[in-house]
């Protein structure tokens, strides 16, 4: 489980020299101010999120993988561009929805990056099983607050 804490040490956030983030994955969650609240699983708020990671994919300033909202954090699988820098993609990402809709986020963000020895598969499987090991759904497939780009499904390497 992972627990997002306000007020805790403040992390780089940015691939040690010598990493390539353009050919890292990165596990990310994002979580919001108020842990009791719904402030993303809503059918209002959405397709707002929907269309802002779409754009942010079209217009190159990451790559994700899956995107799921829960309804006091997020979770995602996200590859950036080189030069792009992650704590300022992510900062620019969260203030917008922020503007736009009033989502309360938490300062900084948890990530982790994917290194030989892990499987993108198994983060994958935890973020797409997120919803049901919270007891919100019986099933996955059930949880709507899910997004992935057409052409990554089924997942079948980091290919890009």
Avoid at 4 to 30: N, Q, Y
Avoid at 68 to 88: Q, W
Wanted: glycine letters at 4%; one cysteine or more.
């Amino acid at each position: 489980m992972i627990v997002c804490m306000a007020g805790r040490k403040t992390l780089p956030h940015e691939p040690p020299a010598g990493i390539d983030p353009s050919r890292e994955v990165w596990f990310i969650t994002v979580c919001c101010q108020s842990r009791i609240s719904n402030q993303l699983a809503k059918a209002g708020l959405w397709p707002f999120l929907t269309e802002s990671i779409k754009w942010r994919v079209e217009s190159d300033l990451w790559w994700i993988y899956v995107f799921l909202a829960m309804p006091d954090h997020c979770h995602f699988l996200a590859s950036f561009p080189p030069g792009s820098g992650i704590k300022k993609t992510l900062a620019d990402w969260k203030r917008w929805i922020a503007a736009q809709r009033g989502v309360k986020w938490q300062t900084d963000f948890f990530e982790h990056r994917l290194r030989a020895d892990e499987s993108f598969d198994e983060k994958y499987s935890y973020i797409v099983a997120n919803p049901v090991r919270a007891g919100l759904v019986r099933k996955s497939e059930e949880w709507p607050y899910i997004w992935r780009p057409v052409d990554a499904l089924p997942f079948t390497g980091l290919d890009r």
